[in-house]
């Protein structure tokens, strides 16, 4: 079977392969214990090495903790993120940020973490205050708690204006570079390209619309209208997302988000397995959409 391709994460020099593991659903009623462990198991053995949290969702660090255990978390490049705990969602002062970093060790059982981002703010001026949020990461970054500092949150000015502080080393944008939208190619992509900030893409399936359910198609037209053209084909539409995002020109990795070890498999084999150009050419004649190189 074809291998993930090795990619550096900006100036992290984290060497992490272009597939990195989403753990949100792990965290869920959809998975269980049992999924984690065996997932992320079977995510290492594919040679998936970058995987990702938050206290956000729900048991997700709980249930990693023991996933990690045995080795496994030598082999991966652990992320967490930090302000949507759920005892002080929406606190970015030093004393909420430092315990819920405190507490994200204590769950995955790890002494360090290899990166750490703020998580959506809805303000990005008060994580980035003087003596604030991410003042906070950095000195837990001195400390040895955790080895690089970041940033998770939809909005492209808040994005810029991390970057442009020169404090983070990490960008996390969602939604925004898929099959369905791709402006984030126009302003985090070159600006983080620009600073050597490294680019995680996440919700690469756009919440669900591109992962091969039927769309809506009173609700989301264009998402259905792309179903529907790869369902006469007999096309995956969650392999065209997949191979879409793969292929974006950015210092940085794209993450799926899995419940179990099938799950894992699917996405993997995604990302690995290219798409034929003459379908890319189709597919592009009807919405104008192909890979960006």
């Not at 993120?81 to 790890?110: C, F, Q, W």
């Not at 990302?271 to 003459?278: G, L, M, R, Y």
Request: aromatic share 6%; hydrophobic share 35%; net charge negative.
């Amino acid at each position: 079977m074809p291998e993930l391709e090795t990619r550096r994460l900006g100036r992290t020099e984290i060497q992490a392969k272009a597939l990195g593991l989403g753990c949100a659903w792990y965290g869920s009623d959809k998975s269980s214990q049992k999924d984690t462990i065996e997932g992320v198991q079977r995510a290492i053995d594919l040679g998936i090495n970058f995987v990702d949290t938050s206290p956000h969702y729900g048991d997700s660090e709980l249930r990693l903790g023991p996933a990690l255990a045995g080795g496994n978390r030598e082999k991966v490049f652990l992320q967490t993120k930090a302000g949507t705990h759920p005892a002080r969602r929406g606190d970015y002062s030093a004393e909420a940020i430092r315990m819920s970093v405190e507490n994200s060790l204590r769950l995955l059982k790890t002494d360090y973490l290899d990166s750490v981002l703020i998580h959506d703010p809805g303000d990005i001026e008060i994580p980035l205050a003087s003596g604030a949020g991410l003042d906070e990461l950095l000195k837990m970054k001195e400390e040895g708690l955790l080895r690089h500092t970041g940033l998770g949150v939809r909005q492209h000015e808040f994005h810029k204006r991390a970057i442009e502080t020169g404090k983070v080393d990490i960008v996390l944008s969602y939604l925004d570079y898929t099959l369905l939208s791709q402006t984030v190619a126009k302003t985090t992509i070159p600006l983080a390209k620009e600073h050597d900030v490294g680019v995680i893409l996440a919700s690469i399936l756009g919440m669900g619309r591109l992962a091969g359910p039927e769309p809506s198609r009173e609700r989301d037209p264009e998402a259905h209208a792309m179903w529907a053209w790869c369902q006469e084909r007999g096309v995956s539409i969650r392999h065209l997302a997949m191979q879409f995002c793969i292929q974006a020109d950015i210092n940085g990795i794209v993450m799926f988000g899995p419940s179990n070890a099938r799950e894992v498999e699917e996405g993997y084999h995604d990302a690995v397995t290219p798409v034929p150009d003459e379908l890319w050419d189709q597919f592009h004649a009807q919405f104008g959409i192909r890979p960006i190189h």
